[in-house]
Structures are given as C-alpha cells and as structure tokens.
C-alpha cells in the first residue's frame, strides 16, 4: 500500500512555470512506476507523462512533450513534473499515480492515486 499527496499546483500566468510534488508513503518507493496525469471539465483523464522505478526511463504525451519534465528522488520518496511554457489548456486537476512494476507505465493502469492538485493557467 502506498499513499500519494500532489502539491505544488496554483494560479499561474500562461507562459509561466510550475513544479508539481508528489510525495509517497511507505519504504519500497523505488518498487513503484510513477504517471502523473491531468483532468479537465468536461474531458477525460489524459496521461502526461511516467517514470520507470530507477528514473531512466520515461514517456510524455504529444501534448507535453518538450514543456514538461518528470523525474523522481527515490530518497525522498518523491516524484515531480516540471511544467513549463504553460497554457490556458493546461487548466485542470493533476494527480499522480502509483504501480508496483520496474518498467515505465503508459496506461492507465496503475494502482494508487493521489487526491490531485489543481493547475489554473491564465490568459
């Protein structure tokens, strides 16, 4: 079992930066695959982008691909998305997201979520 608290989200003008936190519960850290992932109104929940156990391997979506950056700190228990160049279609509520596997995950499918942190770009 793991626990997963996003932090890091807030108003932001388009253009701007964010960092994202997420912080796990629990000593096997290093056994878990990490996503993070976006929900807006209206829409579906949209992958941006994963992290393999070790962090040298990861995956982004088209959307994100070049603005954002994922990386993790295995002692800290810790995995972050670096946002950058954000815009107004970044608004949404970010969550991060758990599977107990060495490979990079770039599905849905994984095990444990955190409660999401909302991400407001202004125009």
């Known amino acids: 079992q793991v626990q997963l608290v996003e932090s890091g989200g807030g108003l932001v003008q388009a253009g701007g930066s964010l960092r994202l936190s997420c912080a796990a519960s629990?000593?096997?850290?290093?056994?878990?695959?990490m996503g993070w992932f976006r929900q807006a109104p209206g829409k579906e929940r949209e992958l941006l982008a994963a992290i393999n156990w070790s962090g040298d391997n990861t995956f982004y979506a088209d959307s994100v691909k070049g603005r954002f950056t994922i990386s993790r700190d295995n002692a800290k228990n810790t995995v972050y998305l670096q946002m950058n160049s954000l815009k107004p279609e970044d608004t949404a509520v970010y969550y991060c997201?758990?599977?107990?596997?060495?490979?990079?995950?770039?599905?849905?499918?994984?095990?444990?979520w955190g409660q999401g942190t909302q991400v407001t770009v202004s125009s």
């Open positions: 997201a758990a599977r107990r596997t060495i490979r990079v995950v770039t599905t849905g499918d994984y095990d444990y």
């Open positions: 629990g000593r096997t850290f290093s056994s878990y695959a």
